[in-house]
């Protein structure tokens, strides 16, 4: 939990604006642009604001499946509910291919207010009620509503300028400083917080589906300190999925090591987000590494 809380400091830090002051909502946003969609997506991304990188027309040329970018800011299991939900009410009888960025840690059921806010949203978010929390959030990041018909960034990145990645290597000492201080430690496992989680592979591999999940990269000082602890968290984590196993069916993709997949020191925008050049260097791994659950 420590760092989760020193990642969402630094996240804060990184020019986060209070939710008074955020643009409308990229939830909607990007229901919006599935609704408008004249063929169902083969590929679905879920995620984070690490995901959102991720484009699907790169996908395509190494799949040869066409695909849309359903990650947002902030983006947990509840959300991935509604967007998968919505694409298989949207496209009837389809079934495709999911490619899911997490973190150490894994997941959330503290549904985001402004999902809930979304009527498409909300009805999603009925269903599956049980599952999750009464936690109420306040979220502190803006959200980008400017997206192109797949759901990717418009904007083409320039390469990062020798400031910016002295800038990152900054903001990542930072983190290392503040785990230093306090160690990272995995908490216990609480089952509830999983239930939406699991409920979410249960209806994927309900529909004939098999999906992909993908470990966010962590900067490499950043990573090499939590190794220090043996990264409680991740570790935590791998093993909840290895549980798993015997009951749903997924594909697992650790990319956290950027070594792993070709990644750079220098192709990050802050300390906890790759650019648009280390991510099309990791969905290269990623389709590689699938086991054919993108094929």
């Known amino acids: 939990m420590r760092r989760i809380a ?27 642009l599935i609704a408008r969609l004249k063929r169902g997506p083969e590929i679905l991304v879920l995620g984070d604001s690490r995901g959102r990188q991720a484009e699907p027309s790169v996908l395509q040329r ?35 291919r999911y490619v899911w960025f997490v973190s ?19 009805r999603y978010l009925q269903e599956v009620a049980p599952y999750l929390s009464s936690e109420v959030i306040h979220p502190p990041w803006a959200t980008d509503i400017r997206y192109r018909a797949d759901g990717s960034i418009p904007d083409k990145q320039l390469p990062p300028s020798p400031a910016q990645v002295s800038q990152v290597k900054a903001q990542a000492a930072r983190i290392v400083a503040q785990l230093r201080l306090h160690p990272p430690v995995a908490p216990p496992l609480d089952p509830t917080k999983f239930q939406l989680f699991e409920h979410l592979l249960a209806y994927m591999n309900g529909r004939g589906e098999r999906p992909v999940i993908v470990f966010n990269p962590v900067y490499p000082t950043v990573l090499a300190e939590l190794e220090k602890y043996g990264d409680p968290l991740f570790t935590s984590s791998m093993n909840y999925l290895q549980s798993l196993r015997p009951r749903y069916d997924f594909v697992v993709v650790d990319c956290q090591d950027i070594h792993a997949w070709g990644g750079t020191y220098t192709d990050w925008t802050n300390a906890t987000h790759v650019d648009q050049a280390n991510m099309r260097r990791m969905l290269r791994y990623i389709a590689s590494h699938s086991d054919g659950a993108l094929a």
């Open 62 to 96: 190494l799949t040869g499946h066409t695909g849309f970018n359903a990650a947002v800011t902030g983006g947990s299991a509840p959300d991935a509910w509604v967007f998968v939900r919505y694409a298989a009410d949207r496209f009837p009888g389809q079934k495709r």
């Open 6 to 32: 020193v990642l969402l400091l630094v996240t804060v830090a990184l020019g986060a604006v209070s939710a008074e002051a955020a643009a409308p909502t990229d939830r909607s946003a990007k229901l919006n």
């Open 104 to 122: 150490a840690g894994l997941t959330t059921n503290i549904p985001d207010p402004r999902m809930e806010a979304d009527a498409r949203g909300k």
